[in-house]
Structures are given as C-alpha cells and as structure tokens.
C-alpha cells in the first residue's frame, strides 16, 4: 500500500505457532 511499508499478510503461518498436539506434551 501506500503507506511505504510491504504487505503483511493477514493470516499467522501455521508453521511458527501451531496447536497441534505434535508439539502438545503426551
């Protein structure tokens, strides 16, 4: 846009925080 800065995306990649129970302790 132009307020200079680049487009962020609006969405949280799953991959840095993910709820998954793979990273869930047993």
């Not at 132009?2 to 047993?26: L, S, T």
Request: charged share 15%; hydrophobic share 25%; glycine share 8%.
């Amino acid at each position: 846009g132009p307020h200079g800065a680049p487009p962020v995306p609006q969405y949280v990649p799953a991959q840095q925080d993910d709820p998954i129970v793979k990273d869930a302790p047993p």
